[in-house]
């Protein structure tokens, strides 16, 4: 029988949205070069994952339930650390050589004006001068646009794979509202981390007192609901308020911590995909739907958004480290003086243990900031960070090269590339 640490699920940890799991779904999540064998036993079924390169570790988290699913289980059936599943060698493989292919540039008169008409929604919404100021803040074009773009490359993509032509403007609705949840959720985020700069320049709650801050992120949510109403699909509705339902429990998650390596490892990656990842994955499930796409189409799309998801919340937490103020446009180690341990302090807990009272004490000793900022230098943590967030872009193009090639196509798998290569 093979020892626990044979025994590896922490890569099925991103995805937990749903609260359940089937096998076939564990067994998507768990590819690129890996080789995956589910034993049954029992009742008990196991996943087995062998990969060179990669140090199997953790007893697995799942159990077969009586109605053929599998569980999450508890806390308490976890021993070892998950974080040691990923080496410390190279990246996985690498990507294909599609840098002809500018999505920016690609989609350049479907991006144009979407800041714009976001910020005519919030017009025809208010007669507030000032909720209006507030809640248009952070449309002024000088975001990524990431989430409207990637929505327009799959909408295109899907739609072109189903031999269909051009964008609808329901596609493009999905896109602005995607834009304008995210844009809400970083309001909502200023306020409660007291920021003070984002995007280069003072943030909203600096400006503004945090009632209205909080209310005008409120108003930006309503008008996106009412935005998604408009749809009028019963499907694409339920799919889009899951992001909303996601990212209050994400930044729920965030407020609070575990005790054990194991416990803090899959509360991290969970966080990350409610707070960051549910948003693109289920935006471009939404547009894929809108295109008529079936099942199984939309669940490519599905988990392309969720792998890119996950591996731009990874790399945005490695940047914190590395980057300047300058680059980035706020405050980095932000995340240490927030008290929150990210994948670069939870990889470098196991060459540095004495970071784990830090991070249950959430760094507020003096000193603590400094102390843990070194030692996830000193360790192979943002190395480590950056083969997740890498094999994460890798299951994206993946998935991307199952859909009919096209420019569309070719871009998703660049964004990718973008993601994982990105400097701020």
Known sequence: MLSDRKFIIVCTMACIGSGRLCARGVEKLCQLGQTTQVRRKSSAAFVKIKQIGIQPLSRTLLQKSTSNHVHVCSSADVTTPTHRYYSQQPGPGSLPDYQTVDPYRLLEDDLKDVYSDIRKELRWNTNQEELHTIATYYFDGQGKALRPMVAILMARAINYHMNKSGLTPAQRQVAMIAEMIHSASLIHDDVIDQSDFRRGKPSVNVLWNHKKVAMAGDFILAVASMMIARLRNNDVTLTL????????????????????????FAHYLTKSYRKTASLIANSVKAVAMLAGADAKLSEVAFEYG??????????????????????????????????????????????????????????QEEGDVEKAFELVHKSQGLEQTRFLARKHCLEAARLAGSIAESPYQKSLIVVSDLVINRMK
């Not at 996950?310 to 980095?332: E, R």
């Open 306 to 363: 969720r792998n890119v998801g996950l591996a731009f919340q990874l790399v945005d937490d490695l940047l914190d480290f590395v980057s300047s103020s300058d680059t980035m446009g706020k405050p980095t180690a932000a995340d240490l003086k927030l008290g929150l341990a990210t994948a670069p302090v939870l990889f470098a807990c196991e060459k540095y243990p004495e970071l784990n009272p830090m991070i249950m004490r959430r760094f």
């Open 241 to 264: 308020s899951q992001v909303v339902t996601d990212l209050v429990q994400g930044e729920f998650m965030q407020l609070g911590s575990k005790e054990t390596e194991n416990e803090r």
